[in-house]
């Protein structure tokens, strides 16, 4: 079982249609990261949340807009998506402790697919 | 930004023998991180190694870093059909806090 829960698991949406990704963990950690996967690809860093506040946006497009409402939360909104953002959404979490080299614990992720 | 080269990107295995796949940078590597994914599944992390020349042991997995930390392995001994998946090292970047830099992997394939 997993730790960190995502939802939905699968999403289906059109190019014009507005949805949103959620991530929940309650292990403390306060650190978040949004992860893109590709099929036989690693994952690709796109957001990473560090006491709720963003501090890392890997140069990803305005169509996907992350939200951090509270320290056990995180969304990813998604508006206007390409065929080409079809992949599966990982979410993560590790500890902040003043150093880096924690260990990310990931959720099993969104599968979405864009028609 | 410094990439790290995973070897091999395919491992066909028969159950009971021994492989190893191996992580290279061109630079230093700051630490590594070894994650698993089952196939269907998500990244679980495995290790992390920080000092040259480190070597940790988790059963019947083997995981080094070499002398000038440009190097890492993960040799697993005795395969079995549980060790199917792909295994990615991942290094932390030193220029942004928490930004890990996966390799490709290494997708193993058990055969009984």
């Not at chain 1, 507005?18 to 990261?33: F, N, P, T, W």
């Not at chain 1, 957001?47 to 409402?69: A, D």
């Not at chain 2, 070597?55 to 079995?80: M, P």
């Not at chain 2, 030193?94 to 996966?102: I, V, Y």
Request: glycine residues 8%; charged residues 20%.
């Amino acid at each position: 079982d997993t730790e960190v829960t995502q939802t939905p698991k699968h999403l289906v949406m059109g190019m014009t249609n507005k949805k949103s990704l959620k991530c929940e963990q309650h292990m403390g950690h306060r650190a978040m990261y949004w992860y893109k996967q590709k099929a036989k690809k690693p994952p690709e860093l796109m957001f990473v949340y560090s006491y709720e506040k963003l501090s890392i946006n890997e140069s990803v497009p305005s169509r996907f807009s992350p939200e951090c409402p509270n320290s056990s939360l995180l969304n990813l909104h998604l508006h206007a998506l390409q065929p080409e953002d079809s992949a599966l959404y990982l979410c993560a979490s590790s500890q902040v402790d003043g150093k880096p080299g924690q260990p990310q614990h990931f959720g099993d992720g969104t599968r979405l697919s864009i028609l | 930004g410094q990439q790290v080269m995973q070897i091999p990107q395919y491992q066909h295995v028969q159950e009971g023998e021994d492989f190893t796949t191996y992580c290279n940078s061109s630079t230093t590597l700051s630490n590594i991180q070894w994650y698993k994914q089952r196939p269907g599944g998500h990244p679980v992390f495995l290790i992390q190694l920080v000092k040259s020349g480190e070597v940790k042991k988790q059963k019947r997995l083997t995981f080094q870093f070499g002398e000038a930390k440009k190097n890492s392995s993960l040799h697993i001994t005795a395969t079995q059909t549980t060790d199917v998946g792909t295994y990615f090292c991942a290094d932390l970047t030193t220029d942004s806090w928490g930004k890990l830099q996966f390799g490709a992997g290494t997708q193993v394939v058990v055969t009984p």
